[in-house]
């Protein structure tokens, strides 16, 4: 890749940057670069692209988010209280601590290497010219004055110069948020973090490491850049809104226990100890977590890079997923199938001539190639391919200027018997260009010369063998597949028909595409394939899409997506693709097959559906501890239960069956409102299970006269008893292993009563006469008041669904 060969360094470049730019080299195409020995002499002092932290999550983060957090701190605490007070058993709940906290390092450890090793795999990589040799290295390999050859698609990885320039065009929207291309002639400079998107060039590294301008980005974009997720957000809010609760309920539970329920120091303390700590969740946030990053586990086994952990929560909302055509439909590379000449001019040897003017064009000059280059054909002026524009160009000496783009931009309006011409052959399905000749300059605007068409351009792609099959599945998971590209409607509709993209028979020209909503927004929801869409069209259509009240995900791998990508919510991009689309995508797929997007579907969907599911058991668990606390403060009653009561009643019915839950598999797809639902769901539940304990306990105690010890034993049979109903609401359906779950649950709590040890531990007694009708009666009407709670939505969902179809 010659680039810059023979382009004189601007006088902005250093003349030691001059020199070396000028100086002859053995295959570096003019140019030498620094030496073997320099470079180790600049890394030996640190002028080396390596930043003083790296992406991801530091293993200081995975340590701080599982040990150092608020209810650590506070069960911590109450465990020291616990253990000094005693028995041993009444500070059972530290060891649920422990391991809750141990499981969660483990994992996450686990999770980062396996992410870190493909982040590896996916970094950058940077062309130097060294020792007057072309090498590939990676982009924390580079050093001050490394000379860095650019082309399409590369991502600028250290600021520098630019000392040689072939059209050189480059995307500053990631650092200024202006999305036009900025031309980048010798001189100007170059800021890491931007991205190539047309022509070539050479740049002198001038900063590197955390001295570059993109280094110096991330560290303030760290500051505020965390993707804050719905189910995050929630999850934080309800944390907080615990955390409050706690602190007036605990005072008040703890001074009525110790003044004025009667009972002794240690008694009153344990009974504290109890009501305070069964309001933690303690499991919620590691399960959270441990659901996310199981689940960027699981997809990067399947070579499926998450860059985001949040990102995984998009993919269980998405509803749209917009797609390129070629490298996703279709195959990348393109297959030479025909010229069809118009005229007497040279077309095949002009053919082979623009293919070798931009050894960086891209598919299409790639797939021309297999034409032979023509003898005497000397490019004097080049105009490198731009998606925008649609048409690339070069003038040869002596032979005139020759311009390849799509038909509908190049050739003359006048000329309304080749577009026909061009639009039948691109009705068939494949690819169609226009090649023009004219005698004027190519000039420097993104309009092309005025010019006659000789000979339209045929070239085949190939499906990719899994379209069809994903696609399919996506429309049976409700996931609508909408296709936007840039080759004529006819080809896109062809292609769309064959795999089987719903709507190919309405796709449409963006070339027609209103400018503003709502006119936007109508057209685009009825315009599932179109063809001719420019980036910022594409970009336009996201944001369409996403107005209309869609999740909308973005799957690309060229230059003309990253608009698209980085305004969609859920940006995917084909690793086989660019190195820029990569850097922008928060998903990439390191195997380059559209294949893997109904395994990220599927995963998302488990991973949003399980979270629910740990979060309705903990917050259940949270709000029967906080009116249990609330009516002993008040009424000055000891409290119902001992410490080791709620871990052995936490364990079975929410903290063991959680695990199960949160790695389990299948879902719909998820919707907004993960909050709401769960604290309508927990509320009702938590009061049920609450007043179901409270009133085993006041019959026995007051109506029966039964002991402390009886009474607390019959409160916690039948807080078992009803944490176990909504165990079995959560979990369904009840399939097999969802239901040998709950029968487990169950075995092990009648243990608990049935085994000497069991009592011995948890401090309980076996239940007889009066005292076991109590529970029985109390666990029957928990079970009907869960059971009616549960049907409920659903019967209140029947009854509006008739209504919907009047006028």
């Known amino acids: 890749m010659p680039v810059g060969h023979g382009d004189a360094p601007s006088s902005g470049a250093s003349p030691e940057v001059s020199a070396r730019a000028r100086a002859p080299g053995d295959r570096g195409g003019g140019l030498v670069g620094l030496t073997s020995a320099e470079v180790a002499a600049r890394r030996a002092a640190g002028a080396v692209n390596r930043p003083g932290r790296a992406a991801g999550t530091s293993w200081t983060d995975v340590v701080r988010r599982n040990v150092l957090n608020r209810f650590n701190a506070i069960l911590g605490a109450l465990f020291v209280v616990a253990v000094v007070v005693g028995p041993w058993q009444d500070a059972l709940f530290g060891v649920v601590l422990v391991a809750n906290t141990a499981g969660g390092l483990v994992q996450e450890v686990q999770a980062k290497r396996t992410i870190d090793r493909l982040r590896v795999l996916q970094a950058p990589s940077a062309r130097v010219v060294r020792d007057g040799f072309r090498q ?9 004055d490394d000379l860095v050859e650019l082309a399409g698609g590369d991502q600028v990885l250290a600021d520098g110069i630019v000392t040689a320039s072939n059209g050189l065009q480059v995307d500053e ?3 200024t948020g ?21 022509g070539s060039g050479v740049q002198c590294v001038r900063a ?34 615990i955390t409050w609760v706690m602190v007036p309920l605990g005072i008040l539970l703890a001074t009525s226990q110790a003044l004025r329920a009667g009972l002794s120091p240690a008694d009153a303390v344990r009974g504290s100890v109890a009501g305070v700590a069964a309001m933690v969740p303690e499991g919620l946030v590691l399960l959270t977590t441990a659901a996310f990053t199981l689940g960027a586990v699981r997809l990067a086994r399947r070579r499926v890079l998450v860059q985001e952990l949040g990102a995984v929560e998009g993919l269980a909302r998405v509803d749209v997923i917009c797609i390129d055509k070629t490298g996703t439909l279709t195959e990348r590379a393109l297959r030479f199938v025909d010229v069809v000449p118009l005229d007497d001019a040279p077309a095949t040897a002009a053919l082979g001539a623009l293919a ?27 105009r490198p391919f731009s998606a925008a524009r649609r048409w690339s160009g070069a003038a040869f000496a002596g032979r005139g200027t020759w311009v390849l783009g799509a038909p509908e931009v190049v050739i003359d309006r006048s000329d309304g018997q080749t577009r026909r011409k061009a639009a ?25 010369p005025d010019a006659r ?18 696609v399919q599945f996506l429309r049976q998971q409700g996931v609508e597949v909408r296709v936007l590209s840039g080759d004529h409607v006819a080809t896109v509709a062809s292609v769309a028909e064959r795999t089987g993209v719903d709507g190919w028979d309405r796709a449409a020209d963006a070339t027609g595409m209103p400018a503003a909503s709502p006119a936007l927004a109508a057209w685009v929801e009825g315009a599932p394939v179109l063809g001719r869409v420019r980036p910022d069209q594409k970009r336009a259509i996201v944001a369409a899409l996403q107005e209309a009240g869609h999740v909308v995900a973005m799957v690309g791998d060229g230059l003309n997506d990253i608009p698209a990508l980085k305004q969609s919510d859920l940006g995917i991009a084909i690793g086989s693709g660019s190195a820029a689309t990569r850097a922008v995508g928060r998903v990439v797929l390191l195997e380059g097959s559209f294949a893997a997007v109904p395994q990220i579907v599927e995963e998302g969907r488990r991973v949003i559906a399980n979270v629910e599911r740990v979060a309705r058991l903990f917050v259940t668990k949270t709000v029967y501890a906080a009116v249990l606390a609330a009516a002993a403060g008040a009424a000055a009653l000891p409290y119902p239960f001992y410490p080791r009561h709620l871990t052995l009643v936490s364990s079975l019915t929410i903290g063991i069956p959680a695990v199960a839950l949160a790695l389990a598999p299948g879902a719909p797809r998820a919707s907004s409102g993960f909050l709401g639902r769960v604290l309508r769901f927990a ?31 019959a409160a916690v049979a039948t807080l078992l008893g009803a944490g176990l109903a909504v165990l079995a609401v959560v979990a369904r359906p009840l399939v097999v292993w969802r239901a040998a779950l709950v029968v487990a649950m169950a075995g092990l709590s009648v243990a608990a009563f049935a085994l000497p040890l069991g009592r011995e531990v948890f401090g309980l007694v076996l239940l007889e006469g009066p005292d076991l009708w109590t529970v029985a009666a109390a666990v029957a009407a928990a079970v009907v008041a869960v059971v009616a709670l549960s049907a409920a939505p659903a019967a209140r969902r029947s009854l509006r669904r008739p209504f919907r179809r009047l006028p």
């Open 424 to 448: 039948d052959l691109a009705a068939t399905g494949r690819r169609v260009l226009a090649l023009c000749r004219t005698d004027l300059p190519l000039g420097g605007g993104d309009t092309p």
């Open 356 to 382: 070798r003017a931009d050894p960086s064009g891209g598919a299409t000059l790639d797939a021309l190639r297999v034409l032979p280059a023509p003898e005497g054909w000397q490019p004097v002026e080049h």
């Open 683 to 713: 509320g009702p539940n938590g009061a049920v299970c609450a007043a179901a304990g409270l009133s085993a306990y006041l019959v026995d105690r007051y109506a029966w006269s039964a002991t402390l010890l009886v009474a607390r034993s």
């Open 173 to 175: 929207s990631l650092v």
């Open 136 to 144: 590939d290295v990676p982009g924390e390999a580079l050093v001050v």
């Open 208 to 241: 590197v490491g955390d001295d570059a301008f993109g280094q110096r980005l991330q560290r303030e974009a760290r500051r505020y850049r965390r993707v804050r997720s719905e189910l995050q957000a929630g999850t934080d809010r309800l944390l907080r809104a």
């Open 178 to 198: 202006e999305s036009e291309p900025v031309a980048k002639p010798p001189g100007t400079e170059l800021l890491s973090g931007t991205l190539v998107v047309g």
């Open 453 to 470: 068409c000789s000979a339209l351009v045929v070239l085949d792609e190939r499906l990719r063998t899994d379209a069809p099959e994903t």
